[in-house]
């Protein structure tokens, strides 16, 4: 919690007028520079995509600059030596941490060589009960269901089993060139299914895979990671593991027992795969709440990574760490973006 230092001197900045009010902007940023910020980055997949909805894919070209540029130009840390620093109360000073979620093939084939050959660290954060599926993750199934299918039977009939009535979900698709219109039904599709339960939803997307032809088997430069292939990447060295819950459901969704549960099944393969305790979470789409954050104690997590944007402080909660999502974008962009958050 920060302190309302704000509120403390405005009715004093009020009275000094527009000249103190600039001298008190002049302080602050001054103030700013001298005070330790960090930022988290989060990556999920490196890979070459055509169709991005949630820019969750950096390029391979663009992954291999970002690297050279923050080996060059910033000070990388491991993000349990930096949350370590943090809950010491000494945090350092612009330090950048480099994160992966979900547990992409890609985090071991591709993002891993460049870390190696830059010599940077990195934490991978995967969802333990989805190790070694040869399904897509639902997200990336509704994408092929919807954005990568020249067209889409009209109308599309659905038997929604977690809506409240009976009468079908019917919708009508817009034409194959209306890129747009895809999108809109992408996301209306996304919001509903993220709404449901993991069996409702694994319904929903049977429905739409056999209504579109789409199969629900993940390409293979798409698959999440197994078990042992996670060992591998833990193995390099630099590359350390955090969990990413069980079944990446969204905690926040979830009864306080459920949650436990599916921390606790984290650690637990976590442990087993690793042979130590793992002190990091990811929360799964950054979805949290204050039972969460207790039972993340109780798990005996020492820190865990939201989808909150902004650079960390000297008093940021190592239980709520702020992340930049990159997107795919160049060195130099990153680089502003950087500048901005570590004056
Ligand atoms: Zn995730």
Redesign the pocket.
Known sequence: MGFPVGSLVAAPLRRLGAAGRRGWRRFRQQARRLLPQAVLLMYHRVADVRVDPWDLAVSPTHFAEHMALLRETYEVWPLTAYADRLRAGRPPHRAVVLTF??GYIDNLTTAAPILEAEGLPATFFV?TGLLGHDTSFWWDALADCILHRRSLPAPLSLHDPGAPTEAPLRLSPPPPHDRDGRKRLYKRLWTLLSQRTPSHRAELLDQLCDATGTARTAPPSRRIMTASEVATLYQKPGMDLGA?AAS?TPLRTLSPPAQRDELQQATRCLQALTGTAVPGL?Y??GAYNTATLKIADECGFKHACTTVGGAATWNTNPLTLPRLHVRNICASVLDEQLSRLLP
């Open positions: 979620d979900d969802p990413h990446h990811s799964p789409n």
